[in-house]
């Protein structure tokens, strides 16, 4: 408050005092008035200077945000297309082909889903086009969209044969190319979009904000390919391969962050999955710490935003992922938060690879689940069945030996009994490690969709623990070498008999050679592996067991020698070349056995003190008395086929593969009476006493049968020329 003070000369006479009063008054009401009227200037001069601060400050914003692109708002729809190499004519027969599709696609991906495709016209103005609406879209919108996409194409690709539009609501693609018969196969387009007041670097960690899109995404993607899966098994035509998911996050900047995956309804679980997967796994580098953004295909595609963008609920809904530690404050909190750090990130480095290696596991267990159960769909179709092992146990009276049928180079076979009254025969193999167990599997299927009369008939199989069985039909004449060499049977094979199980073998071996499904090489023909059926006719037993257990193989080559000596063929003994002309070495001993009813390497009785049945027979061969070797109560043509079976055997034991007869040439020889004979050379593994025989006869000789079994020996030309082949495949 403003006091009134007078000057001295003032007060020298009290008489003045009323006239002092009335001035100091009117001093003070002046002095008032003069503070109020300074007091609103600066008042208004404060106000002047923030309003022109302000308008200062709107009018910089306003020149920024001019300068500036406009940012692509979440709210703004999204619409553009990616063209490709190729134009068409306007007014072409492409052009009418792809108005028709523009017409009616729409129609059907409404129709059907939100999924179509088509295909018009034939090449080179072939058009294929596909369209997939979004999951949420109803058919009104999944029209639109469509109808609106190929405007969309025309607009950004004038004249392009091949584009592809994409839109909030949809995804259309027509082409020139095959890419309808390409599931799967994308190129794949990112786009991330954001407000101008977003900004994820300053609000929340980057890190943080990653690792919970990547998480929602996966979810997301699980979720798709589930319901890809349970389509699979569907019959309806409006499957949709389509989930959204909603994740908790930080509240106090973006309370949640929403999430949608989708895939053509056409695809596979499997398709679906790693369409997706490698979408997920890009998201982290060209969508880092972007408040929203998606990734775009033609089969496929995912989006996530701080803002939710589709309708109705979420399918999924997850929690909020753990924030990341606050920094320490206090003194040396540096150096203790570096080793926390560290400590941490070694702690998580393990926990992480505890939680892959437990889903590579898991991952593992259902892939092999799923391996075998497409395997037993594929056994079912071969009809090959998996025994179990307590019933096999049960059928042979837990293998016992009164059960025992025979021991060879794979394993034993026992005979056995199925609670239905089947009898079959269990061959317990002696090793099952050479493959692995899914191998195994496979290998068994190849050897079960074999079928041929001559041939033993697998049934099934059982793998228990490290032991592998084998169920074959059991055949109750039991194999050929105990018709042949058992001398308590006597010897009770008719030559029609010897002659049909000749050729029942070949045409076995010719049916594993040229007429299945893969190549099969025996590598253990012998007599013991010749079954006889209650037709005395054969069935080769065995076939395939050395590719089944694993032979060490390298492209013709073995490094593990399976088979049985005295039958196995020179280059394979020695060398381990394996060739389809192995089996015909074994074949030919076995004619010889089966002609003559002796078995190889054991001594001859009372023909010649030879070391093996082969040299026993090319010694009686080159001193012309063959006919001893031969049932003596064989005439005319029974004789006849008699020895020209043991010139054939000869042909097969060779010692160079190369001048042995392929199968379909054995086959033709055996069935054709006329045909005239090349001579045969020294067999291999031939032992000789006498150096003086001549074991080389004229290459210009050829041996002719005649009805009374008597041998002539004629030129095969007047000129000395060598005939055509007479061994065609």
Not at 402 to 416: A, D, M, R, S
Request: charged share 20%; proline share 5%; net charge neutral.
């Amino acid at each position: 408050m403003y006091q009134c003070t007078m000057p001295p000369w003032l007060l020298s006479s009290v008489s003045e005092f009323p006239r002092q009063s009335s001035l100091c008054a009117e001093l003070q009401g002046k002095r008032v008035r003069l503070a109020r009227r300074r007091k609103n200037t600066q008042t208004n001069s404060s106000i002047d200077s923030l309003r022109r601060a302000m308008l200062t400050v709107v009018f910089v914003v306003a020149a920024v945000l001019l300068l500036l692109p406009p940012p692509l708002s979440m709210a703004q729809p999204m619409e553009f297309s990616t063209c490709a190499s190729g134009a068409y004519v306007a007014n072409s027969t492409y052009e009418s082909n792809l108005a028709v599709l523009a017409a009616a696609l729409p129609a059907n991906a409404s129709s059907s889903g939100g999924y179509a495709t088509a295909t018009v016209g034939a090449v080179p103005d072939k058009v294929s086009a596909l369209a997939l609406c979004r999951g949420d879209d109803n058919a009104t919108a999944c029209r639109a969209c469509v109808a609106a996409a190929f405007g969309v194409a025309r607009r950004d690709c004038p004249g392009s044969k091949d584009a592809t539009t994409y839109q909030d609501g949809c995804i259309v693609r027509f082409s020139d190319q095959r890419f309808l018969d390409f599931i799967g196969v994308n190129s794949p387009v990112s786009e991330d979009y954001a407000d101008a007041a977003d900004n994820i670097t300053a609000a929340v960690p980057v890190a943080w904000f990653n690792a919970a899109v990547v998480a929602l995404m996966n979810a997301t993607v699980n979720a798709t390919v589930a319901l890809a899966a349970a389509g699979d098994n569907s019959t309806t035509n409006s499957k949709k391969y389509f989930a959204t998911a909603e994740e908790d996050f930080d509240p106090n900047h973006y309370p949640k962050i929403y999430g949608m995956a989708q895939c053509a309804p056409v695809m596979t679980a499997a398709q679906c999955r790693s369409c997706l997967g490698g979408f997920v796994s890009s998201i982290s580098w060209f969508l880092n710490a972007k408040p929203g953004g998606r990734v775009l295909g033609i089969w496929c595609n995912l989006r996530y935003s701080v803002k939710p963008f589709y309708d109705g609920r979420p399918m999924l809904h997850l929690s909020a992922p753990p924030p990341p530690p606050l920094a320490a404050s206090q003194p040396g909190a540096g150096r203790r938060g570096r080793v926390a750090g560290i400590s941490a990130a070694v702690a998580c480095f393990v926990v992480l690879m505890l939680i892959l290696s437990a889903c590579a596991f898991i991952r593992s267990k259902r892939k092999k689940a799923a391996k075998k159960d497409d395997l037993l769909k594929k056994m079912a179709r071969g009809k090959c069945t998996i025994f179990d092992f307590l019933t096999l146990k049960e059928a042979t009276e837990n293998f016992s030996e009164k059960h025992k049928l025979g021991e060879g180079g794979f394993g034993t076979v026992y005979k056995g009994k199925l609670p239905d009254g089947q009898e079959i025969a269990v061959k317990k193999l002696i090793e099952s490690c050479g493959h692995g167990l899914n191998q195994i599997h496979n290998e068994v299927l190849v050897l079960a969709q074999l079928q041929h009369k001559n041939l033993v008939r697998l049934q099934g199989f059982c793998v228990h623990k490290d032991e592998m069985l084998l169920v074959y039909e059991y055949i109750k004449n039991g194999s050929l070498d105990n018709f042949l060499f058992d001398v308590s049977r006597g010897n009770t094979l008719s030559w029609d008999q010897q002659y049909n199980i000749i050729l029942g073998i070949a045409k076995g071996i010719m049916y594993l050679h040229e007429d299945s499904s893969i190549r099969i090489i025996h590598r253990d023909l012998k007599a013991n592996n010749i079954l006889l059926d209650d037709d005395m006719d054969p069935k080769i037993a065995d076939f395939g067991l050395a590719r089944l257990l694993g032979g060490g193989h390298t492209h013709t080559k073995t490094t593990r020698i399976v088979g049985t000596y005295g039958y196995m063929a020179p280059e394979y003994a020695i060398h381990g070349n394996v060739s389809p002309k192995i089996d015909i070495f074994s074949f030919g001993v076995l004619v010889l056995e089966i002609v003559t009813k002796r078995k190889n390497c054991s001594y001859g009785d009372g023909i010649t003190d030879t070391v093996n049945l082969l040299s026993e027979v090319w010694s009686c061969w080159i001193n012309g008395v063959i006919s001893q070797v031969i049932d003596q109560s064989l005439e005319g043509n029974f004789r006849n086929q008699a020895l020209r079976c043991i010139h054939i055997g000869l042909l097969c034991v060779q010692s160079d593969p190369d001048d042995r007869p392929d199968i379909p040439s054995v086959i033709f020889m055996l069935t054709r009476d006329e045909m005239e004979l090349q001579p045969p050379t020294q067999p291999a593994f031939f032992f000789d006493r006498d150096s003086n025989s001549d074991s080389q006869p004229s290459e210009q000789r050829v041996f002719v049968y005649d009805r009374s079994g008597a041998i002539y020996e004629q030129d095969m030309s007047v000129n000395g020329i060598t005939l055509t082949d007479i061994y065609p495949r």
